[in-house]
């Protein structure tokens, strides 16, 4: 398997504060993969996403992602990579479909606008403000910002963060087509179950530092020692959310 993402001994210090946000932090991520970053509030998730997507400045280590660096090669990194900053107001003085638009512009091919629309269910809401729209709704119009341009990776910051259960669950079967259609995703997620649904592989940060990486069910059995022996899934809370609000994963449930 090719590498897509190669970071090594990455640290980054915000020179205001002198705060070690990322502190050494190493990792690999193969073609076609969903790589999860864990980490509890202020661990260097974000700080970690957007030096990757070009946004921030590092303040040492090596970053390589399709073999090319930001110094030198960052017309080439904004084709292939996409993401959108989500806990921002900025798009909500334009409409869903102006949005998406204006994504689209900043690449040579792209997904026919109405097209991505429909798969991600929001053609109803294609000239509704985004301001307008239900968080979940939103997280839907800014994948759909985030994949128009058809990249071969793509970022998302805690994409189902304020979701209902069935509203996450639309979603990440969303993020498995699109990784089943060959895109590489990297994310960070405050949940346990959506990273072990979603993510081949992760790493769990802590203070700027990995203190933990694999794949999941590695890891799990790594942290208990003794392999975990399956016992027949048991109904959660999730499962009851699920059945009482009478919400397969449903067409009606985007509306
Ligand atoms: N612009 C900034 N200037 C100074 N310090 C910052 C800045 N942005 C983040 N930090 C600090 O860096 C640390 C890492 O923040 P970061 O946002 O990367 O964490 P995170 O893992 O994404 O957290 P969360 O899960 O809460 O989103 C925190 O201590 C935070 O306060």
């Not at 970053?63 to 993401?83: A, D, N, P």
């Not at 512009?105 to 509704?128: C, G, H, M």
């Not at 939103?138 to 759909?144: G, N, T």
Request: with cysteine.
């Amino acid at each position: 398997m090719t590498s897509v993402i190669e970071v090594k001994s990455l640290r980054k210090v915000y020179s205001r504060t002198n705060k070690v946000a990322v502190d050494d932090v190493s990792f690999s991520v193969q073609e076609g993969e969903c790589f999860g970053l864990l980490g509890p509030n202020g661990a260097g998730k974000t700080t970690t996403l957007e030096i990757l997507q070009g946004l921030r400045k590092p303040t040492s280590g090596e970053i390589t992602l399709f073999g090319y660096t930001w110094q030198k090669h960052e017309t080439q990194l904004r084709g292939l990579m996409g993401g959108v900053m989500q806990h921002n107001n900025l798009y909500d003085k334009l409409k869903v479909k102006e949005c998406v638009e204006l994504f689209a512009s900043f690449y040579q091919n792209y997904t026919p606008i109405l097209e991505l629309l429909e798969r991600f269910n929001l053609l109803e809401k294609k000239d509704a403000w985004l301001s307008e729209l239900s968080g979940g709704q939103k997280q839907r119009v800014f994948l759909a910002m985030a994949v128009v341009g058809q990249p071969r990776l793509v970022f998302l910051d805690e994409p189902t963060t304020g979701l209902d259960p069935t509203s996450r669950q639309d979603f990440w079967h969303i993020i498995k087509d699109l990784k089943e259609s060959g895109t590489c995703i990297l994310m960070t997620t405050h949940y346990m179950d959506e990273a072990e649904f979603l993510c081949d592989n992760l790493a769990i940060i802590n203070s700027g530092k990995i203190i933990e990486a694999g794949r999941p069910n590695d890891i799990i059995n790594r942290t208990f020692e003794a392999p975990i022996i399956k016992e027949p899934r048991k109904a959660t809370l999730n499962d009851v959310f699920l059945k009482l609000t009478g919400s397969s994963i449903s067409r009606e449930s985007y509306a």
